[in-house]
């Protein structure tokens, strides 16, 4: 049995952190190849080093003076070598990252040594093989990241090396410079590695003990998800819960490897499982919720409509004219609803609006703003009778009006639409008739 472990930045933030990173690792010799973040806080007002790297790139790259802040980083690192009771040295390193900064490498690269120096201390404490990213995770002459030929590369390696500390976060062009995935990449280098080794588990150690049922930001202590299928979690992902890195999900699943999100400081939670599908049953009928503000519903108004062939589309192309994608669509017999992003719309609107009227001679349009879209998403929803009638009637109950109403064609999903200033209420008001009122 083999197990990647990735550990985010909270995990590794400190001395203490590293040791309890060491003794969960340790615990189990199926843990063969580890994927660490860089240092990131160790209380809510600390930096993140990669924040500090970008900052000090800025100044180096600037002609500024960057030595107190490249101090800070060597501090970070130093402080957990010391207190970790290593005998190892970055200065080497540092010298290199200098001249680096001073050359204007790229805040790629500046970046990237937050996980590369990590992975240096973290290897050296564990006792691990140590392989630098760059030399197995590769992007195209687009920056595109080349899946197959780093996993060619990748598992030939790692064929050959039982224990390995991989850092996550970037890999190299082909000319060999460094290039980061987006912020929180570290979980899509995880991902790669367990498909890399076809691991039979990935697991993904943070500081929450699994996927939230709902933003614990709007509900105190919610329930924590045991079981979410790959398409549930990117239902939630892109309603705004954020775990996991959106893209993670797509090398493990190429070979169907399950994820489990673990929590470093309470390692005895059994956390969450991501899995492909599943006969489990969710405990609470939906397996979460999650929502985003912002939004804005254009509604267009016109006598048959629908026998009108081509309508739809050219009502769409205007909002692809000017860059502005779709969210949802519910229709009427004589009416459209195309729900978009307020904050890229508001520039674009009146472009929109005169290509519609011109295109499609509309009977009226009207503009409503400050749209709140609420999904809720069960893999269960589809055999239970009663779901839909349990949101509304609790949102009915809360005094929460619904502007939109849509299911999507999987039955995975509910996404209702309330005011913006609705939006806590009815998460709350949908959280309580599921979870706390379970019948
Ligand atoms: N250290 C990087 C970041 O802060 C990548 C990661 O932690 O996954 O975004």
Known sequence: MIKVVKFGGSSLASAEQFKK????????KERHYVVPSAPGKRFSDDIKVTDMLYECYALASKGKDYKQSLQNIKDRYNSIIDELGLDLSLEDQFKIIEAGFVGRSGRDYAASRGEY??????????GFEFIDSAEVIFFDDYGNFDAERTNQVL???LSTIEYAVIPGFYGSMPNDTIKTFSRGGSDITGSIVSRAVKADLYENWTDVSGV????????????VIRTITYKELREMSYMGASVLHEDAIFPVRKEGIPINIRNTNAPEDEGTMIVESTSRKSEYTITGIAGKHGFTAVSIEKDMMNSELGFCRKVLEEFEKNGISIEHMPSGIDTMSVFVNQEEFVNKEQEVLAGIHRNTHPDAIDIEPDIALIAVVGRGMKSTRGTAGRIFSALAHAHVNVRMIDQGSSELNIIVGVDDSDFEKAISAIYDIFVNTQL
């Open 117 to 126: 120096l990590n992975g240096i201390v973290l290897a050296k404490y564990l």
């Open 212 to 223: 939230l049922v709902v933003d614990p930001r709007i509900i105190k202590n919610p329930a």
């Open 155 to 157: 598992s030939e390696k």
């Open 21 to 28: 990173v060491a003794s969960i690792i340790h615990a189990e």
